[in-house]
C-alpha cells in the first residue's frame, strides 16, 4: 500500500498504522445484534485497506486483512461464521465479495457463506441519512433454515452506520438464530459522527 515491495501486500510499517478500535468483544442489547468487534478504526492505512479491497479489487490484500480477523474470530463461539452478503448484480461487476474473502482465513468457526442471501440489489449506503439508510436496506437479506438455533458470527469488511449489520441480524434473528455477532475489519469509532450507538 505504501509502495514499498514484498511477499506481502501489507508491510509492518502499514500495519503498524492500523489503529486497534475493539480488543474484545462489546456486548449491545436492544436490537438484534448481541454483540460487536470491530478490529480497527476505518482511518489511515486500514480505510485504505478497506476501499483498495473492494473498489481497486487489490485482492493481495485479502490474506493479510483475513489472516488479523481470524485472531479476533477466536473471541468468539460462534456455530457458524456469515459474511454480509452482496447482491449477485454487484458480484458479478465486482468478482468477489470482500466480506467472503476476510472470512477465509477463520479457522475457529464452520464457514456458511450461504446461510445469508442479499434478496434485493440496494443503492449504495454513501450519502444518504441515517433514515434513508435504514430503509433502503429494510428486507434485502434473508436467511437460509441452516441459521435456525445457531450462534450466528457475521463477518463484514466496514461498519458504518452499523444499518447493514442491524438488517442482517434481524434477518438472521427472523430465520431462528440464537444470538448473532459482528465482527468487521474497520468501524468509524463511537466518537466520530456516522457513528451509531448501540
Ligand atoms: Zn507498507
Given at each position: 500500500m505504501c509502495g514499498l515491495l514484498g511477499p506481502d501486500a501489507l508491510c509492518d510499517v502499514c500495519g503498524a498504522d492500523f489503529v486497534p478500535l475493539d480488543t474484545t468483544p462489546v456486548r449491545l442489547s436492544g436490537g438484534p445484534l448481541d454483540a460487536r468487534l470491530c478490529a480497527y478504526r476505518y482511518r489511515g492505512r486500514a480505510a485504505q485497506a478497506v476501499r483498495r479491497l473492494k473498489y481497486q479489487r487489490v485482492t493481495s490484500l485479502a490474506d493479510p486483512m483475513a489472516r488479523r480477523l481470524a485472531e479476533h474470530a477466536r473471541n468468539f463461539e460462534a456455530d457458524l461464521l456469515v459474511p454480509v452478503p452482496i447482491h449477485w448484480s454487484r458480484l458479478h461487476y465486482r468478482g468477489f465479495n470482500q466480506s467472503e474473502r476476510l472470512a477465509e482465513?477463520?479457522?475457529?468457526v464452520p464457514l456458511?457463506?450461504?446461510?445469508?442471501?442479499?434478496?434485493r440489489a440496494t443503492r449504495p449506503q454513501v450519502g444518504l441519512d441515517r433514515a434513508q439508510r435504514l430503509g433502503n436496506l429494510r428486507g434485502a437479506f434473508r436467511a437460509s433454515p441452516e441459521v435456525e438455533g445457531t450462534r450466528v458470527l457475521l463477518l463484514d469488511d466496514v461498519m458504518t452506520s452499523g444499518g447493514t449489520a442491524l438488517e442482517c441480524a434481524r434477518a438472521l434473528k427472523e430465520g431462528g438464530a440464537r444470538s448473532v455477532m459482528l465482527l468487521a475489519f474497520a468501524s468509524w469509532g463511537p466518537?466520530?459522527?456516522?457513528w451509531a450507538a448501540p
Amino acid at each position: 500500500m505504501c509502495g514499498l515491495l514484498g511477499p506481502d501486500a501489507l508491510c509492518d510499517v502499514c500495519g503498524a498504522d492500523f489503529v486497534p478500535l475493539d480488543t474484545t468483544p462489546v456486548r449491545l442489547s436492544g436490537g438484534p445484534l448481541d454483540a460487536r468487534l470491530c478490529a480497527y478504526r476505518y482511518r489511515g492505512r486500514a480505510a485504505q485497506a478497506v476501499r483498495r479491497l473492494k473498489y481497486q479489487r487489490v485482492t493481495s490484500l485479502a490474506d493479510p486483512m483475513a489472516r488479523r480477523l481470524a485472531e479476533h474470530a477466536r473471541n468468539f463461539e460462534a456455530d457458524l461464521l456469515v459474511p454480509v452478503p452482496i447482491h449477485w448484480s454487484r458480484l458479478h461487476y465486482r468478482g468477489f465479495n470482500q466480506s467472503e474473502r476476510l472470512a477465509e482465513a477463520v479457522e475457529t468457526v464452520p464457514l456458511a457463506p450461504g446461510a445469508l442471501r442479499r434478496i434485493r440489489a440496494t443503492r449504495p449506503q454513501v450519502g444518504l441519512d441515517r433514515a434513508q439508510r435504514l430503509g433502503n436496506l429494510r428486507g434485502a437479506f434473508r436467511a437460509s433454515p441452516e441459521v435456525e438455533g445457531t450462534r450466528v458470527l457475521l463477518l463484514d469488511d466496514v461498519m458504518t452506520s452499523g444499518g447493514t449489520a442491524l438488517e442482517c441480524a434481524r434477518a438472521l434473528k427472523e430465520g431462528g438464530a440464537r444470538s448473532v455477532m459482528l465482527l468487521a475489519f474497520a468501524s468509524w469509532g463511537p466518537d466520530e459522527p456516522d457513528w451509531a450507538a448501540p
